[in-house]
């Protein structure tokens, strides 16, 4: 009995282990995620930034001035009461010109936004005598506004947008200042009856030969500085009163020279014709021979030989030509023959600049021997 009861139990065993090692091996659990494709992120348009402000509305605010003691000082400007007779608006933003009261003798208005100029601000501005517009954007004046202004001596308008030089200017008038506009034309008559005026600039605008008359300058008795520099010129200009001490000429296109073009002037000291096209053809032989001539200035042009000048000039510039030799024999205002110890016949050259032409050191000595008072020469 004991034995079968052995028996059973050790066939109950084996057929228990024959199921352990008959069952399946269950499949291991991935570790990690199975890789999903992204889908591709789809950016939204940014929004249309916005449209630019048009004028006036893209100027900055006007900036107000502090509280004044005067009653008539406008709100857009400062009155000092150290300069009672001064109105200041510059650099204050300001569109439009305020009322200017009577008793301004200065008027500053430079670097604002003001494109026109009209009568109305300037109803009581009779006592005005220095008006500065200068960098604005002024395109028109009215003519009214100098009928309200008949004792004004300056008038600065350069850098704005002009195209042509104002009508019904005051007579009174002693300096001008119309450079960097747009001007081309001058009006008939734009300068009658200013005998008064000494300074007329007319720099860096659209003058050509066309548009200047041997009547425009005629009535400016005692102008003395002419600034028509930076224009399109080909000629020299016509009928320069005789009086004139400085006539700028620099960048134009001026090719030709009238032999007696400078005859007649009798103060006439600095000449500049800078950068222009004069060869040896356009220039005269002896049109620069003026006795009241100190400053002439010729450089970037085309002349292959050095001009003849008088003895009394100072300052000659000739850089940037195409000089190839200087003989100074043939250059100097006196015959080295003559006595060149006596200090009064002793040429006045002092500086003289040749450099960027096809010259070489050393100097030619008998360049040093007729100018006995050179201390610079740039070669």
Known sequence: MKVSVGILSALALFLLMGAVFTQRARPRKPTKRPTVAKRPTVRLPSPPPPLEPK???????????????????????????????????????????????FRTHYLYLQNNFVTEVTADPFINATELRWVNLANNRIKRIDRQVFEKVPGLLYLYIQRNQLKEVPSNLPATLEQLRLGRNHISKIP???????????????????????????????????????????????KMPPGIPNGLIQLFLDKNRIDDIPKDYFQGFTHLAFVRLNYNQL?????????????????????????????????????????????????????????????????????????LRLDGNHLNPPVPLDVIMCFRHLHSIVI
């Open 55 to 101: 004028e006036p509305t893209d100027f900055p605010p006007p900036i107000l001035g502090p509280p004044s003691m005067f009653a008539d000082c406008p709100r857009e400007c400062f009155c000092s009461p150290s300069y009672p007779n001064a109105l200041n608006c510059e650099n204050r933003n300001i569109r439009t010109i305020p009322v200017i009261p």
């Open 188 to 234: 008939s008559g734009a300068f009658s009856k200013m005998e008064h005026l000494t300074l007329l600039d007319l720099y860096h605008n659209e003058l050509s030969d066309n548009d200047l008359g041997r009547n425009t300058f005629k009535d400016l008795k005692n102008l003395m500085q002419l600034n028509l520099a930076h224009n399109i010129l080909k």
């Open 279 to 351: 060869s040896d053809k356009g220039v005269p032989k002896a049109v620069f021979n003026v006795s009241t001539l100190l400053d002439l200035q010729l450089s970037h042009n085309q002349l292959a030989s050095v001009p003849l000048f008088n003895a009394h000039l100072e300052h000659l510039h000739l850089n940037h030509n195409s000089i190839e030799s200087i003989n100074g024999t043939q250059i100097c205002p006196l015959s080295l023959q003559a006595d060149l110890n006596d200090d009064k016949l002793t040429p006045r050259l002092r500086y």
